[in-house]
């Protein structure tokens, strides 16, 4: 995305003079109205008057449209031409409803009578009419081809009949919307531009649109870029956009930006939602400030805005994540006592809150709780019913689980394995627990760095050296990075029984692999080692 054309306007920014030389004043009809500068006339291009057969093939096929009389029409088709076409749908323009019934009709008997300019018209005909669907829909179609220079030549397209169809800055605007439909964003940016030029300006709505497809491509940077276009311009955001803007604030880990534009909210004539509420807590409860998130709960009941199902869910899942079990909980009392109903979220945050605490008894009571009030139980359901048992050593129960994800029609995913491994390693069976990772492995899930972690700790505490090794090579072949002190502790167990040559080919593998933890520094190893030898020789006298 490096020479994404949006950049370029998103790094032109006005002098203070040009800003206010360029004082923007509301946007018409979405046409764009500055003092001091003129865009581009729109350019118009007559097409020539049917005479002779055309004129009476058009005037013949004009009275059997108006009259539907289909059947008749049927027997014109061979005399179609894309010039008679063409004058068809600008006699016939003022009902959107035949003009399409004949666009589709003429596409049934022959596609290619269908130029950039007759589909232009049809576009011009129904975004005048408000019939944004239909005109998404055949922009879908023309786009579908993918060729090169087809945006650029449609918007010229558009462009030269706009006055002939007597149309408005929406024909653009749908244009716009649709690329950013179809993700093809650096088509929507030169439409964008382009609009500019010659006036036009795209609706909120479709900007909303263009934010909300470049956030789940998670281009925020790029978002965030075309928000400062919007404003630059004057198109009055909604709380639609400012929500979407407080997102990609909060993905970025820009707290202070978001609250700044939710305490901005009033100002520019948008009424805080529960989604703008929710966005923000998110984003205080990924970053652990759960005071804050907690501050801002108690402020949606002063303005009147009633918490749900994704406000409790998103407090309780941040407690969780802190071990604050016990907050959690009272969050759940208090959304089951002003009727919002858990969700699967709001059980499987505190089942696996539950789980990591070792209490699968709690995390049990839940599930059942669950299934009474026939809440749906998913993998993650059971993944921290599992853990729990597993941190107990309860391996038997957790086996007992794994075999109920078969009845349910789930399937075990790396977390599951995980949790499996974790019991057989608190039970000190760290072949078992290899094992299972093997089976992980050919199950096609994918191993973090905590699992070989929890590995290579049980095989140290068992004293089985070479098995430490096997894992620490797995994890090379993964290109997982171990951490620090975790590898420390495994080359002076290693240094300790002996194996320092080991130490320094494992040592010498994982740098060539640039695989060595930050800050890992082989001098402390070998001293340890010589360390080791000191005292080994001292012991025996």
Not at 133 to 153: G, Y
Not at 370 to 388: F, Q, W
Request: glycine share 6%.
């Amino acid at each position: 995305m490096k020479n994404f054309p949006f950049r370029r306007f998103s790094s032109t920014l006005l002098s203070s003079t040009e800003k206010e030389s360029l004082t923007a004043e509301p946007v018409v009809s979405g046409i764009l109205r500055r003092r001091n500068w003129n865009p581009i006339p729109i350019p118009h291009r007559t097409i020539p008057e049917p005479k002779g057969q055309d004129l009476d093939f058009v005037n013949v096929a004009h009275s059997h449209l108006i009259h539907y009389e289909w059947t008749k029409l049927d027997s014109l088709s061979s005399g179609l031409t894309a010039f008679r076409v063409k004058h068809l749908l600008l006699k016939i323009q003022k009902d959107h409803v035949l003009s399409l019934e004949f666009f589709n009709w003429v596409r049934s008997q022959n596609p290619s009578l269908h130029t950039l300019e007759t589909n232009s018209i049809i576009l011009h005909i129904l975004t005048r009419h408000r019939k944004f669907k239909s005109a998404e829909s055949i922009l879908r179609t023309i786009l579908a081809s993918d060729s090169i220079n087809l945006p650029s030549d449609l918007f010229e397209a558009m462009l030269y009949s706009h006055r002939l169809c007597n149309s408005s800055a929406l024909v653009f605007d749908s244009l716009f919307k649709t690329f950013a439909h179809m993700r093809k964003f650096r088509n929507a940016t030169e439409t964008f531009c382009r609009m500019k030029d010659y006036g036009f300006l795209p609706t909120v709505e479709s900007c909303n649109a263009y934010i909300s497809s470049l956030l789940d491509l998670r281009r925020v940077d790029i978002a965030l870029g075309f928000y400062r276009e919007m404003r630059r311009y004057r198109i009055s955001p909604n709380v639609f956009t400012l929500n979407m803007v407080m997102c990609a604030y909060c993905r970025l880990g820009k707290l202070d930006k978001a609250a700044e534009v939710f305490g901005e909210m009033e100002s520019m004539g948008c009424s805080p939602s529960v989604v703008s509420y929710n966005t923000l807590i998110s984003g205080y409860c990924n970053k652990g400030l759960l005071s804050m998130a907690m501050n801002l709960r108690t402020l949606m009941g002063k303005n009147g805005v009633h918490p749900n199902v994704i406000t409790f869910n998103t407090l309780i899942n941040g407690f969780c994540k802190e071990g604050k079990l016990h907050e959690a909980n009272r969050l759940f009392s208090e959304m089951k006592a002003i009727k919002v109903d858990p969700n699967t979220v709001t059980y499987n945050s505190l089942i696996n809150g539950y789980g990591q605490e070792g209490n699968s008894d709690m995390g049990g009571r839940l599930y059942e709780e669950m299934l009474r009030n026939r809440v749906k139980a998913d993998i993650l359901t059971y993944n921290g019913l599992i853990l729990g048992l597993c941190k107990e050593g309860k391996t038997k129960k957790a086996a007992y689980l794994v075999k109920e994800l078969e009845k349910e029609n789930l399937v075990p995913n790396a977390s599951t394995f995980s949790a499996l491994i974790r019991g057989q390693c608190v039970r000190k069976n760290s072949d078992r627990a290899f094992q299972l990772y093997k089976s992980m492995v050919r199950c096609g899930c994918h191993p973090n760095a905590h699992t070989f972690e929890i590995l290579i700790s049980s095989f140290l505490k068992n004293e089985d050296f070479d098995g430490a090794v096997q894992v620490m090579k797995e994890m090379s072949g993964r290109s997982i990075v171990p951490d620090l002190d975790m590898f420390y502790k495994l080359c002076a167990e290693l240094c300790q029984s002996g194996k320092e040559k080991l130490v320094m080919l494992l040592c010498s593998e994982m740098e060539a692999r640039c695989l060595l933890p930050k800050g890992f520094n082989r001098d402390k190893i070998i001293c340890s080692g010589l360390n080791n030898e000191n005292k080994a020789f001292r012991d025996q006298f």
